[in-house]
């Protein structure tokens, strides 16, 4: 069966960095694209990067253009989120999801608090 296992979140302070995983089995993991999404207290989950599916191709929401990177490893099946220069605004559960839209399949989250 499907399961993605995300791992990697603590507690950090503001401007630090974490580095999010996800490792992925059950399904032919080079053939998706993958998704990272966060999801703040009372607040709507939502995408935060993607990436195709040889990792040519990636995308991210404007609020964390240029702290983000996604990447993925497909002799591995896993998938990353470096986030660097973090804020309390980002503090959230993050997910990792199967697919460039939406998600077929996802993670039980993983919790990011950037507070000091």
């Known amino acids: 069966q499907v399961q993605l296992v995300e791992s990697g979140g603590d507690l950090v302070q503001p401007g630090g960095s974490l580095r999010l995983s996800c490792a992925a089995s059950?399904?032919?993991?080079?053939?998706?694209?993958m998704s990272w999404y966060r999801q703040a207290p009372g607040k709507e989950r939502d995408m935060v990067a993607r990436?195709?599916?040889?990792?040519?191709?990636?995308n991210y929401v404007d609020s964390v253009k240029g702290r983000f990177t996604i990447s993925r490893d497909n002799t591995k099946n896993m998938v990353y989120l470096q986030m660097n220069s973090l804020t309390p605004e980002d503090t959230a559960v993050y997910y990792c999801?199967?697919?460039?839209?939406?998600?077929?399949?996802w993670g039980q989250g993983t919790q990011v608090t950037v507070s000091s």
């Open positions: 999801a199967r697919g460039w839209t939406g998600g077929d399949y």
């Open positions: 990436i195709s599916t040889t990792g040519s191709g990636t």
């Open positions: 059950g399904f032919v993991f080079s053939w998706y694209p």
